[in-house]
């Protein structure tokens, strides 16, 4: 009779063991918009936020199989610690050391962006991956393949039933995927944010406020606040580099105004998102501001906003620099939930 009873106990336990155990795979993940930021761009209803949804995106993102020779995953161009950039190399690298031509820029609050790459060539961030997957210099794959390496796991198996209440593996899938995980790498917690939202610990100094102003004066209307970026194209003075002839936005409209454009990113996180530019020709922030202040080359397309030089003083640079480094998110940075993941599947 007690033989029976522990079995009955055990089995009642295992039961509700499962049940809790779907709840919690099927818990929705919280999206959050901070307060007085803009509606997101992006279409949550057609691809509902889940936590094993979540997962698996965190799993491919991290995950080498994505590459022909399964030797470079996404995490290679985009690190956590340094803004989801790719601070190794002022181009990026793809499989058998191939060279890019253009720096892997960061990756934070995607759920705002319209356009994705530095000419816009991705409007939707659900096909944003199949880009660096497809391109012969990166990752050079195929999503029939990648199908094909997915199905014969195991563990994907689980984790796209997990997600997708079925263990069918297919390109539209590991896509939904991996937007489930990227447009959840939000950053709104920098001691800008705090300020913003009248914190204790985000009290700024008189050199951080004086950097503001400058800011919003010279910069603030391409770098727009609360994202930092208009989500616009520029052409923002640089010299055009001979060796890659990047003529930005026009690859892809092929319409002359377009020449020498590309996206305004966002500028949180910049002080771990080095080095600068679309081809990362520049190493320090230092640098960066040396262009906008007296470095700016005329062209037909220049931004009306950089006809002028700024004519900044020396005290007005490092101050402005001060600023930058308020955007810098920690929390956002070593961010357990947007790390490699380590746990069993």
């Known amino acids: ?73 996404c995490a290679s161009c985009h690190l956590q610690a340094t803004g989801f950039a790719h601070v190794d190399h002022d181009l990026s690298h793809g499989i058998e050391g191939k060279i890019g031509t253009r720096n892997a820029p960061g990756i934070v609050n995607p759920a ?44 994907y198996r689980k984790a796209f039933k997990r997600a997708f209440g079925d263990s069918i593996i297919s ?70 580099d001979t060796s890659l002839k990047d003529y930005g936005r026009y690859s892809i409209t092929h319409n002359a105004n377009d020449s020498l454009k590309f996206k305004v990113p966002s500028l949180r996180n910049i002080e771990f998102t080095y080095p600068y530019m679309h081809d990362g020709r520049f190493k320090k922030l230092s640098e960066v501001l040396n262009h906008y202040n007296s470095g700016i080359k005329s062209s037909k397309t220049l931004a009306n906003e950089l006809q002028k030089p700024m004519q900044l003083t020396a005290e007005q640079k490092t101050d402005l620099l001060v600023f930058l480094l308020t955007l810098s998110d920690k929390s956002f940075l070593f961010d357990q939930r947007f790390s490699y993941p380590r746990e069993k599947s």
């Not at 991705?122 to 050079?140: G, K, R, S």
């Not at 896509?175 to 705090?194: A, E, H, P, R, T």
């Open 171 to 240: 390109g539209q899938r590991v896509l939904l995927g991996i937007s489930q995980f990227l447009v959840m790498l939000n950053s709104s917690n920098s001691k800008y944010d705090k300020y913003i939202r009248h914190e204790k610990d985000g009290k700024f100094s008189v050199q951080e406020l004086n950097g503001l102003k400058i800011f919003r004066k010279h910069c603030g209307s391409c770098h727009t606040e609360p994202l930092f970026t208009n989500n616009d194209f520029a052409n923002n003075g640089l010299k055009v």
């Open 1 to 73: 009779m007690k033989h029976r009873i522990w079995i009955f106990l055990i089995g009642i336990f295992c039961l509700f063991t499962w049940l809790a155990f779907r709840c919690i795979k099927e818990e929705p993940v919280k999206f959050l918009i901070p307060k007085g930021w803009p509606k997101p761009h992006y279409d949550f209803s057609k691809n509902k936020l889940t936590a094993a949804g979540f997962s698996l995106g965190r799993k491919l993102f991290y995950d080498p199989v994505l590459s022909n020779d399964s030797s470079i995953s």
């Open 112 to 155: 705002w962006n319209k356009f994705f790459m530095w000419d816009g060539g991705v409007n939707h961030l659900e096909v944003q991956a199949l880009a660096p997957i497809t391109n012969p210099i990166e990752m050079n794959e195929s999503l029939n393949h990648i199908v094909i390496k997915l199905s014969t796991q195991l563990s």
